[in-house]
């Protein structure tokens, strides 16, 4: 939601005090040394055309031909990644996964060299009596090409010699730095596992690491069905690996009520820990959620809501990655995004001012989910409330959503996916502050000046429909509306995040919990400051600036001489010292980018 805002609050800045002094400096002006910049280009849902019913899509090129496989053994291609797509066919089944009841889910193709790697797996729903199976090809659009390994690479349940209680499902591929090939793999059950691969390709050597899991200390899992992870996979950018994984329910009889989502951590190591934005280990329940229920844009097509993404693959063009996935419409639909950066973590920039806009100095208003607990229907296309997050005295709390400066807040980004909350209200010098790191459930959140720690750092969770969550560096904890009801005048603190307590019919898994979902929404200040110039007793220029918004960042000026060319702009920092033949040329730039009209003055003019 775009809105403009326009209010008659102003900040005046007396250019006589000391150099800053008044002024609205963002504290990310420039990036700490060592972050790495926001890559936001290309941005945003693919539109795509032509056959997309693919579940578990994986993507992969030929010449100029682009290809996908599928559950279900189908295979697709196209002439572009937008399309239109269209099924060529389906691999041949083995004879080897000739099970009663079972289906060929969840392909990876890998191309290495002129050879195609096609990974798959065979299961009964539900169970973990699965196989990991594998088929080549150097002529993918060809579906009878596919020759199949003939027999099991890894397996689980009935289907191993050892009743392994893992679940070899979801299997994809990645390169170490060494040039070896190892498999992740997994759902449910025992969580998610990597093992490196020998050079045949079909043989696992060495240790099986264990690299994600839903079960952490506060949350344990009695029954394994409700370890709700899978679908992952693991790609190298820069210094990093990365494993992205869904959460929660996928493949319910109606697509609507599914909760899909997908997360990701990072390692250093391919083998891990792979860890999220606050250091959680992902096998310990860790995970930092890049990707939920989002309406496609204006021109994406299939257009309208795209509901719990999940199965994440990648595939690179050129130096573009891409991550393809399949969300339902409540049908199941393949989608394909460039994966943005950051610093060094992944997300999925929207631009256009909407909820997933969200850039460096941006000024936004947060606008609590609605929807109650007590009645899950009313959470499953949550709509935003009307009540807000607010400054005034030192504190935050809930209240009612209007055109107040005390409800908008500036985004610092502080670098490697953290950012700041400045208040626009008073000074303009307050942030959004965990009162302290002790990970308290219920820790007080207020607004304290700048002070450089992790108690003003905050990364967004993707809780789907246009919605965030606040998440705090080190506490780990999410800002929260204390009181659930969401009324008007509740303090708000730091609580855990609500991913969920792995029974049976909880809906409260991530994108279910309105009192720490918060809508983001752009405050377009196109207002530019106001500049006026007068003389002390001195006969200096003394200049004041006003902003209605952000607040003035910078005042300038400049000094034309008679018969002498102008001076560069110079940043003010007291009242100006000049003669009676010169013309000085002021202007002001608030905390927005937006610059004022210049304004020229004269001794001789001011005096009247």
């Given at each position: ?9 102003a ?30 280009d ?58 009663a009841g ?42 009878s ?18 009743n ?39 043989t ?9 899991d ?14 709700r ?11 990093w ?8 329910w ?12 997908i ?13 999220d934005?606050?250091?959680v ?22 257009s ?77 296309n949550?709509?935003a ?53 002790s ?13 450089g ?11 789907g ?6 998440t ?6 999410s ?20 991913d ?19 809508r ?42 008679k ?9 003010l920092?007291?009242p ?8 000085v ?11 004022s009209e210049?304004?020229e ?8």
């Amino acid at each position: 939601m775009k809105t403009e805002r326009r209010i008659t609050r102003a900040v005046v800045v007396a250019a006589a005090m000391l150099l800053g002094a008044g002024l609205i400096t963002p504290a990310s002006a420039a990036p700490p040394s060592g972050a790495q910049e926001v890559d936001i280009d290309p941005a945003g849902q693919l539109p795509l055309t032509g056959n997309l019913n693919l579940h578990d899509p994986t993507i992969y090129k030929d010449g100029d031909t682009y290809y996908a496989a599928a559950t279900h053994r189908g295979i697709w291609s196209s002439p572009s990644l937008e399309g239109p797509w269209t099924n060529i066919g389906s691999v041949t089944a083995a004879p080897w996964t000739s099970v009663a009841g079972y289906s060929v889910w969840a392909p990876h193709v890998q191309k290495i060299g002129d050879t195609f790697y096609y990974y798959y797996s065979i299961s009964g729903f539900g169970s973990n009596n699965s196989a990991i199976g594998l088929k080549t090809t150097k002529t993918p659009g060809i579906p009878s090409s596919y020759v199949d390994h003939g027999a099991p690479i890894v397996a689980s349940g009935t289907l191993s010699e050892d009743n392994a209680t893992f679940n070899a499902i979801d299997p994809a591929l990645e390169q170490d730095e060494d040039g070896n090939w190892w498999m992740v793999w997994g759902s449910h059950f025992d969580g998610i596992f990597i093992q490196q691969l020998d050079s045949d390709m079909v043989t696992l050597v060495g240790e099986r690491y264990k690299v994600a899991d839903r079960e952490s200390e506060a949350f344990p899992i009695d029954n394994p069905n409700f370890n709700r992870i899978e679908g992952p996979s693991v790609f190298k950018h820069g210094d990093w690996y990365y494993l992205l994984t869904a959460w929660d329910w996928c493949c319910r009889g109606n697509g609507n009520d599914n909760t899909y989502k997908i997360v990701a951590g990072r390692s250093k190591n391919i083998q891990g820990p792979y860890v999220d934005k606050n250091g959680v280990d992902l096998a310990e329940g860790g995970g930092t959620i890049i990707l939920n229920s989002r309406q496609a844009q204006p021109g994406v097509t299939p257009s309208g809501l795209h509901r719990a993404p999940g199965a994440p693959d990648y595939f690179w063009e050129g130096d573009t990655l891409y991550m393809s996935y399949h969300s339902y419409r409540p049908g199941t639909v393949m989608g394909i995004r460039p994966i943005n950066w950051d610093g060094g973590w992944p997300f999925f920039y929207e631009p256009g001012g909407g909820p997933y806009d969200i850039r460096d100095n941006g000024i936004y208003q947060l606008r609590m989910q609605g929807g109650s607990i007590a009645s899950p229907g009313s959470l499953q296309n949550p709509t935003a409330s009307n009540s807000c997050l607010e400054a005034g005295d030192g504190d935050v709390q809930l209240a009612a959503c209007a055109d107040a400066i005390g409800q908008y807040w500036m985004l610092e980004r502080e670098g490697d996916g953290f950012y700041r909350w400045r208040s626009l209200a008073g000074d303009r010098d307050l942030y959004l502050t965990m009162e302290n790191l002790s990970g308290t459930i219920g820790t007080p959140v207020g607004l304290e000046p700048l002070d450089g720690s992790d108690r003003q750092l905050w990364y967004f969770d993707d809780t789907g429909h246009g919605f965030h969550r606040l998440t705090g560096k080190g506490s780990n904890l999410s800002l929260e509306v204390e009181n659930t009801n969401g009324v008007v005048g509740t303090e708000i603190v730091g609580s855990y995040r609500r991913d969920g307590d792995h029974q049976a019919g909880n809906l409260t898994q991530a994108a279910k919990w309105p009192p720490q979902q918060w809508r983001i929404e752009t405050i377009v200040d196109d207002t530019a400051p106001e500049v006026t110039a007068s003389l002390d007793q001195q006969q200096r220029i003394v200049v004041d600036a006003t902003d209605d918004i952000a607040g003035v960042a910078l005042i300038e000026y400049r000094v034309d001489k008679k018969n002498k060319p102008a001076d560069g702009w110079i940043t003010l920092d007291g009242p100006i010292r000049t003669d009676a033949a010169s013309v000085v040329t002021i202007r002001a730039t608030d905390a927005a980018g937006n610059v004022s009209e210049e304004l020229e003055v004269t001794l001789q003019g001011l005096r009247g």
